[in-house]
């Protein structure tokens, strides 16, 4: 089955204690990148990579990391996470470019930084 | 930059009824539209999309959208909604800026089904 797997799925976490969330897609798409959804705002670009090893920022992309070592995952670092961090995360991939652009979404990460 | 806007943040419907919910979009150039749906609890899912050709499209459960370019608009409708329509809907526009080929999304309309 065609999907993208995020995990975790729930955290909470500290102030300042760095966090991993992963993103695996099994549907060999060049472009993947990273959302955060807050109320009010829809989702909001954070990341994005167009291939193995080419990352760039996105709209949002102050207090996170990401690397692109393999094409199939693409996780999202908070090294010192904040409370303003606090929010729904989607991790994306897409074969890109023009008329392949239909996204395929994980099930989304809820992280609570207290 | 592109902008979308989904001015009805909220909008209550009986079930059965017809819906529509708005979606207007800038763009100076071809861009191609999304509409996702979020059921709760779980990420977006394509319900339609506009790449070219016919301004009416058709997706899964019976929605529909109409591109018009002259009111940059692409509106959601349903003929007769269901229970099980009760989600938050997205529309979204692609831009391409630097080889990213990125999704901008409007704020979200949230669907309640009236029983």
């Known amino acids: 089955e065609a999907q993208v797997t995020q995990n975790p799925r729930y955290l909470i976490t500290v102030t300042g204690k760095k966090l991993t969330v992963t993103c695996s897609q099994n549907?060999?798409?060049?472009?993947m990148s990273w959302y955060r959804q807050d109320p009010g705002l829809g989702l909001r670009q954070i990341y994005y990579s167009m291939n193995v090893e080419v990352t760039d920022k996105g709209d949002v992309p102050e207090g996170y990391k990401v690397s692109r070592k393999e094409k199939r995952n693409f996780p999202l670092i908070l090294e010192s996470p904040s409370p303003n961090q606090t929010s729904l995360y989607f991790c994306a991939s897409s074969y890109g470019r023009g008329i392949n652009t239909e996204a395929f979404f994980g099930q989304g990460t809820r992280l609570t930084v207290v | 930059a592109q902008s979308v806007t989904q001015l009805d943040s909220q909008v209550p419907v009986f079930e059965e009824a017809p819906v529509e919910l708005r979606c207007n979009y800038s763009s100076s150039v071809s861009v191609y539209l999304f509409w996702y749906v979020q059921y709760p609890n779980q990420g977006l899912q394509l319900l339609l999309k506009y790449l070219s050709g016919s301004t009416l499209v058709k997706g899964i459960n019976g929605f529909e959208a109409e591109f018009n370019k002259s009111q940059t608009s692409f509106h959601l409708r349903k003929p007769s909604v269901h229970i099980s329509d009760t989600a938050e809907y997205f529309c979204a526009v692609s831009e391409t800026f630097r080889g990213n080929e990125k999704l901008t999304f409007g704020t979200g309309t949230r669907l309640t089904i009236i029983p």
């Open positions: 549907m060999n798409h060049e472009y």
